[in-house]
């Protein structure tokens, strides 16, 4: 009998400002034996109305006004995490990161779940360079929407499935 595919989450998050604690999307796509079985996106009311990066993802204030703030949409997004072996994001650490501000500022408990970076197994098991996420997506053919969250999730979580298909093969 073979190896039991891992189930991971795939999660971009896309930022008002430069603060990590300022998430204002998130996209999360969960995989289970090499399929997404779920997937979805939520708008997050920052802590601050202020907004830098809206020409970026097209998100404003206005837009996440009426929106829940993080520690409102964690008992929503919770679940995800669930039973997983690993979090995936194009440039882990990113992700990581604001992942970790927001529960800090809510005051949740850090999910201590690994992350793996697409970024980096793109190098590893593609050789691609550059490793940005349209380059990526466009070396294995993955439809992007970038600084979508819905859509860099989606696409970090095929990226993943394409690379585990390969170490299989490999």
């Not at 204002?24 to 034996?33: K, P």
């Not at 994001?89 to 992700?95: K, S, T």
Request: charged share 25%; net charge negative; with cysteine.
């Amino acid at each position: 009998m073979g190896k039991k595919e891992p189930a991971f989450l795939a999660i971009d998050f896309e930022t008002a400002n430069y603060s990590r604690n300022s998430a204002c999307a998130v996209g999360l796509v969960r995989v289970e034996g090499l399929r997404i079985v779920r997937s979805e996106h939520y708008l997050i009311r920052p802590p601050s109305g202020a907004f830098v990066f809206t020409d970026l993802h097209g998100i404003s204030w206005e837009d996440v006004i009426y929106e829940p703030p993080f520690e409102g949409l964690w008992p929503t997004i919770e679940p995800f995490f669930d039973g997983i072996d690993f979090l995936v994001a194009h440039n882990a650490p990113f992700d990581r990161s604001v992942l970790r501000a927001c529960c800090e500022k809510a005051d949740i408990p850090v999910p201590s779940t690994p992350f793996r970076c697409t970024v980096k197994e793109a190098r590893r098991v593609w050789d691609i360079y550059p490793t940005k996420l349209p380059d990526v997506c466009a070396h294995l053919d993955i439809q992007l929407r970038h600084h979508d969250a819905a859509s860099d999730s989606e696409a970090c979580a095929r990226i993943m499935i394409a690379a585990l298909r390969e170490d299989r093969q490999g």
